[in-house]
């Protein structure tokens, strides 16, 4: 629980893209993901004018992530499901305080016991030099 | 017209009215379904006053998904606004509840609120009765 570490990102695409950006995101380290099912709303006279279709059908993918991935994930989004791709799909990214309920990631876990028994061992050498002094 | 000017004056002034006390934010909970109501009534009795809840589906690999407990991958996203007085005691419990609650497990987090309009609906969020009882008076 602690003030702006992690950020959440929100990706809407059309229907079917979400496993292309939940893809992307996690080549990018983010872990997971919540999809939920929209409904876009654009211009009826611009899109007849500029005779496009507008997919109605939306996916929203809402993936909270540490805020030191985020550029890489928000750039992952872009490249592979922004709006230049069939997904068409915006990305943006809030920031997020007092996050509670992540699981601590495995490699996360493995990275803090490695740091703590180089302390443990560190100090047990600096015990020593302190005796052999 | 002059209320119009009025509001344009402070904007550019920059004195637009400050809220210092309880500033409210939005509270997302994402929960399996099963436990949705659950949560809801939950985070309710933190002098919550309006809760939305959304149906999604998680998309954390399988491994892990089974590793927290989610069988199935059906969510609930819970959409509070709660202020900031209250906040604290409802993620502590929340936290214990996700860890104790036998397929319960669930994350929270919360984004603060830039700006709200309406004096009425700002006591409302915030659960203010003693300002709706002073304007009974």
């Known amino acids: 629980m602690s003030g702006f570490n992690h950020e959440v990102i929100f990706c809407i695409v059309n229907t079917g893209f979400s496993e292309t950006v939940m893809e992307a995101a996690k080549d990018a380290g983010a872990r997971g993901g919540t999809i939920l099912n929209a409904r876009g709303t654009a211009n009826k006279e611009a899109e007849s004018f500029f005779h496009i279709a507008i997919q109605p059908e939306k996916e929203i993918v809402m993936i909270l992530v540490d805020a030191k991935i985020k550029d890489a994930v928000l750039h992952a989004l872009y490249q592979k499901a922004g709006l230049d791709t069939m997904g068409q799909g915006i990305a943006f990214s809030l920031p997020v305080d007092n996050v509670v ?10 990275a803090a016991e490695v740091a703590a028994e180089k302390a443990a061992e560190k100090a047990e050498v600096a015990v020593e030099n302190a005796e052999k002094k | 017209m002059e209320i119009e000017k009025r509001i344009r004056n402070r904007i550019v002034r920059g004195t637009r009215a400050k809220v210092s006390m309880n500033r409210l934010k939005i509270l997302i909970t994402v929960v399996g379904r099963a436990k949705a109501d659950f949560y809801m009534d939950h985070i309710q009795s933190f002098g919550v006053n309006m809760q939305m809840v959304l149906f999604g ?17 059906d969510r609930a996203v819970i959409i509070s606004v709660i202020g900031e007085n209250q906040l604290q ?14 397929g319960g497990k669930g994350i929270a987090y919360t984004i603060p609120m830039a700006s709200i309009i309406g004096k009425s609906i700002f006591n409302f969020l915030s659960d203010n009765r003693d300002a709706v009882r002073r304007n009974e008076k």
Do not use: C, H, Y
């Open chain 1, 101 to 110: 309920g992540l699981t601590p990631w495995k490699a996360e876990i493995k």
């Open chain 2, 57 to 73: 589906q998680g998309t954390a690999p399988r491994e892990i998904a089974t590793a927290m407990g989610l069988a199935d991958s």
């Open chain 2, 89 to 102: 005691a409802a993620l502590e419990s929340l936290a214990e509840k996700f860890n104790t609650i036998v």
